[in-house]
């Protein structure tokens, strides 16, 4: 087998190899997001159960929303080391095995968080499992993007990118079943099950040594090229290019990571509300709390998959720049619309499709543009260090959001500021390096 160069060609031209390549990448990022997001989904019942707080009382919401932003900053600036240091990883010891690493670090990493016996653990195994997070996503985009037809760089880019919300479908699906079915009479042990979820990847990552090899484009360039290094990045040959990755991607990162760490706490503290209203029991709020966590990301990830196809078209036909400057726009939109306009809650929920559509939609275009800026001998180093680096600005986002929505009357309206950071990311666009029609760099 040579990497999928030769064999039949089935459909979009590529051969069984080079979807087999495809598929390996896919389920490494669904599961990244997977892990990467559980916490998000039992923080209502994991932190006041570690803290010794009631659930569902004051002082648990008040702790819930600081300790979001916290290990959600955490986990952003943990991602963007492992990101960066498993980036250089995979252009010095392959592809393929960098994936296989940081598949099982975050696997072991996210499963220990189930053993936390206090809140300094579980702080810690979110450290661990942070950089694997953040290394695979450089390998898989790096191995993808050198294996796949040249014609169908940005559709199987995109394609790669759908694994996203279906790892955040995933974590909705695991923990609204343990949570709020298994286990819903026990939430203050549920959550410890939900973490153990997490292992499944390090299976997978066992798997895929067996059917995945390195990309020859790789292999041809390691043995004759000089290892890469960050500071190659900031020559002057490549000091503009990187600066427009990491300027697209920092806008990005901020403005998801501000707005969906919070998803499945808003739609907790909306159904814990209309519980109090309706005057329903511990189990029965428990239920409606999973529910409306359910709903709500579940319309967030359908708009991400369609928002992520998506730009394969606009890509494609306006070119990258364009395509930047219409999600920020379309974003900044959705997010005010979400949480600034007063509506029944029901209607809130369904507006997290906008966001989906949006704010995750306009990442699905990163797995194909960051690689096709950098040579084969910097694509692991260079993609990996401009979609991770900003993840060190983009953890203040979170703690910021997380510290004022813990104090505020009307965490909705907090939120709701995170509008102005797409509609300062246009001052962006134009330093964007315009990439349509050209030929992946050897």
Same mark, same amino acid.
């Given at each position: ?180 079915? /298994?286990? #819903? ?6 959550? &410890?099950?939900?973490? =153990?979820? @997490? !292992?499944?990847? *390090?299976? $997978? %990552? ?22 890469? /290094?960050? #500071? ?6 490549? &000091?503009?290019?990187? =600066?427009? @990755? !990491?300027?697209? *991607?920092? $806008? %990005? ?42 709903? *709500? ?146």
């Amino acid at each position: 087998m040579d990497n999928g160069v030769a064999g039949k060609s089935g459909l979009w031209g590529m051969t069984r190899y080079q979807w087999t390549v495809l598929f390996a990448a896919w389920l490494g990022w669904g599961f990244d997001v997977f892990d990467g997001l559980l916490f998000n989904y039992v923080a209502p019942n994991c932190v006041p159960t570690l803290l010794g707080l009631t659930i569902g009382s004051k002082e648990a919401k008040d702790a819930t929303s600081f300790w979001i932003g916290v290990l959600t900053s955490l986990l952003l600036i943990g991602w963007a080391v492992g990101g960066i240091i498993f980036g250089r990883v995979a252009d010095r010891i392959g592809r393929t095995k960098t994936l296989m690493l940081t598949m099982a670090l975050y696997a072991l990493g996210t499963a220990a968080c189930a053993f936390a016996p206090n809140i300094g653990f579980l702080v810690l195994c979110r450290i661990v499992a942070s950089l694997g997070i953040g290394g695979e996503w450089a390998a898989g985009a790096a191995m993808v993007a050198e294996v796949v037809p040249e014609k169908r760089r940005v559709e199987a880019g995109a394609l790669l990118y759908t694994s996203a919300p279906m790892g955040l479908f995933l974590a909705t699906f695991v923990t609204h079943e343990v949570q709020g079915v /298994r286990m #819903a009479g026990s939430p203050e042990t549920a959550w &410890r099950t939900v973490f =153990l979820f @997490g !292992l499944v990847p *390090a299976v $997978v %990552a066992f798997v895929v040594r067996f059917f995945v090899k390195e990309p020859e484009k790789w292999k041809g360039v390691a043995d004759r090229a000089a290892s890469a /290094r960050i #500071a190659d990045l900031f020559t002057p040959e490549f &000091r503009r290019i990187t =600066l427009s @990755g !990491l300027g697209v *991607a920092l $806008v %990005a990162l901020i403005m998801w990571w501000a707005c969906n760490a919070f998803i499945p706490q808003v739609a907790a503290l909306l159904a814990q509300t209309r519980a109090v209203a309706e005057h329903l029991d511990k189990v029965k709020t428990q239920e409606l709390v999973e529910s409306w966590k359910m709903q *709500a990301t579940t319309w967030f990830n359908l708009g991400g998959l369609i928002g992520t196809l998506l730009t394969v078209v606009v890509a494609k036909t306006m070119g990258r720049r364009p395509m930047y400057a219409l999600y920020f726009v379309a974003s900044a939109a959705s997010i005010f619309i979400t949480f600034g306009v007063a509506m029944p809650p029901e209607s809130r929920l369904m507006c997290f499709f906008l966001m989906g559509l949006t704010v995750f939609g306009v990442f699905g275009s990163f797995t194909y543009y960051l690689p096709e800026l950098f040579p084969t001998r910097l694509r692991g180093t260079g993609a990996g260090f401009c979609y991770n680096a900003g993840r060190v600005v983009a953890a203040a986002g979170p703690f910021a959001v997380g510290a004022v929505m813990k104090s505020s009357a009307n965490p909705l309206g907090v939120i709701a500021w995170v509008a102005v950071v797409p509609l300062l990311g246009l001052l962006v666009v134009p330093q964007i390096i315009e990439t349509k029609s050209q030929s992946l760099l050897d």
